[in-house]
């Protein structure tokens, strides 16, 4: 049972981490070729990841430290794409 807590949210965790890099990449112009923007499926797949997490830790009487790790880590990951974007809008006003 902890493995199947485990799997969803570490698959989601890496993909996150994937298109992160490649948001990451994009910005600042190492990539030759763009991928359409796929950095910013980042938010989409964090609220998931948080979503499941916290249907997870509400079945348990414990909060597993683990997942709590990942909860903090999905926040930013949600977080920072909406930062990168607002400041792309500010840089063209």
């Known amino acids: 049972m902890i493995k199947r807590s485990y799997i969803i ?8 981490m994937i298109l992160l890099g490649i ?4 910005i600042s112009g ?12 980042v938010p989409f797949l964090s ?3 948080f979503q499941f997490i ?4 509400r ?3 414990s909060v597993s ?3 709590s790790i990942l909860q903090a880590i999905n926040t930013f ?4 794409p909406f930062i990168v974007f607002f400041i792309f809008i500010i840089g063209f006003i």
């Open 9 to 16: 949210p570490l698959f989601l965790f890496f993909t996150n």
């Open 23 to 26: 948001l990451l990449l994009e």
């Open 30 to 41: 190492v990539l030759a070729h763009t991928y359409g923007g796929a950095g910013f499926f």
């Open 47 to 49: 609220f998931l990841s």
């Open 54 to 57: 916290r249907r997870q830790q």
């Open 59 to 61: 079945r348990r009487a």
């Open 65 to 67: 430290r683990g997942l």
């Open 77 to 80: 990951t949600f977080v920072f």
